[in-house]
């Protein structure tokens, strides 16, 4: 599937706790001035008529007839009925409000409503990573493929979605790549982002510095560990490895059973010097049995996407062949197996209305 010439118009909408941004996406691209509205999130009928709003101005807008609204929308919720339910930061919502039916009713087009990770990990397979590593891989003369694909958003949780085979894998229960509740590293009883997440960074820094500095952002503890503001650097450096290795560890598990490449976003990629070398030594790491021997944590190697050599190693063509017995003839395959790590390089706003867009008209595609 490629919309990327495609001159179908989807609005989508990039709803946050305090502000709504409304926008329309054709052929890949942004075609008009996005426009901002307050949420509303303690008021039903305010936030109901800003969204409504919203729309209305982006339609006014639009030379051609939109053929759906399609967006991200926090959890929890059956994103495929479209019922929102209680919602920390949108207390409006509480009880579970039906918005896919209000928003169709409203404006006569389909509704698609995602979580934020699955139209990050959509816009990367088929607007963005997944389909640049192809391409290298095709100019290399290389003829694997990549087709699946784990997208990754780093900040205030740990938020994730998979797309196999240019299909978002949203579950039978809507719960498809929630890897946010994959066991944490550190506290097995605990969650992922109990170590994966921004308050994770505070925490961990404040227990192994000693120190109780709450103002202190994520940014602030990569300064301290590249000596660039006060604080104890080993408590930052070691914050930011045990971040990677958290991270690493649960993508392991994630990879094991979907095979394809991982795509990270989101605000705490700036940290990537810190956090990606501990990453990439867990993955790469192995597992004990009972009789003291090891297996590797991964079937494939896993190769840092954002380092030129290793992207190069990556797209190298690696085939041998086998005779087939009783026979001349010779099979090709692959001898070694390889996956890679990538940081995306769009917005992650961006990424996700992509998302959006290429979600709805692919769903719409399908009837």
Not at 53 to 72: H, W
Not at 78 to 105: C, S, T
Not at 235 to 254: D, I, K, V
Not at 289 to 296: A, E, F, G, L, Y
Request: aromatic content about 8%; hydrophobic content about 40%; overall charge negative.
């Amino acid at each position: 599937m490629n919309y990327t010439n495609d001159n179908r118009v989807v609005m989508t909408l990039d709803a946050g706790g305090t502000n709504f941004v409304f926008s329309a996406i054709r052929g890949n691209k942004e075609i008009v001035e996005p426009v901002r509205m307050p949420s509303g999130a303690h008021d039903l009928n305010l936030c109901l008529h800003n969204l409504e709003e919203g729309f209305s101005k982006v339609k006014a807008m639009l030379e051609d007839e939109p053929v759906a609204i399609s967006f991200a929308f926090p959890g929890p919720a059956d994103y495929v009925n479209g019922v929102i339910g209680d919602l920390p930061n949108l207390p409006a919502f509480r009880g579970g409000i039906a918005l896919k039916q209000f928003l169709e009713e409203k404006f006569n087009i389909p509704v698609y409503i995602n979580n934020d990770g699955n139209l990050f990990a959509y816009g990367e397979a088929l607007a963005g990573t997944l389909p640049v590593l192809n391409r290298k891989l095709e100019a290399s003369s290389n003829p694997q493929r990549y087709r699946n694909l784990i997208g990754i958003t780093l900040g205030t949780g740990l938020g994730a979605g998979v797309v196999l085979n240019g299909e978002l894998l949203l579950g039978d229960n809507g719960c498809g790549g929630d890897v946010w509740v994959f066991c944490d590293k550190y506290h097995p009883d605990m969650i992922a982002e109990e170590t994966v997440s921004i308050h994770a960074v505070k925490r961990m820094y404040k227990e192994l510095s000693g120190e109780d500095r709450p103002e202190l952002t994520p940014k602030d503890i990569c300064d301290i560990a590249d000596g660039k503001q006060q604080g104890n650097a080993d408590a930052a450096h070691e914050t930011w490895n045990r971040f990677g290795r958290g991270l690493g560890h649960a993508l392991c598990f994630a990879l094991t059973l979907i095979d394809g490449v991982v795509v990270i976003g989101g605000g705490l990629t700036g940290a990537k010097k810190h956090f990606f070398p501990s990453m990439l030594d867990e993955m790469n790491g192995e597992l004990g049995r009972i009789d003291d021997t090891s297996v590797p944590h991964l079937q494939m190697d896993v190769y840092d996407l954002t380092d030129e050599q290793q992207t190069q190693e990556f797209l190298r063509t690696e085939t041998a062949t086998a005779i087939v017995p009783a026979s001349k003839t010779e099979v090709t395959y692959f001898k070694h197996k390889k996956t890679g790590v990538a940081i995306s390089t769009i917005d992650t706003s961006l990424l996700i209305n992509l998302g959006a867009y290429n979600f709805a008209l692919n769903e719409i595609d399908k009837r």
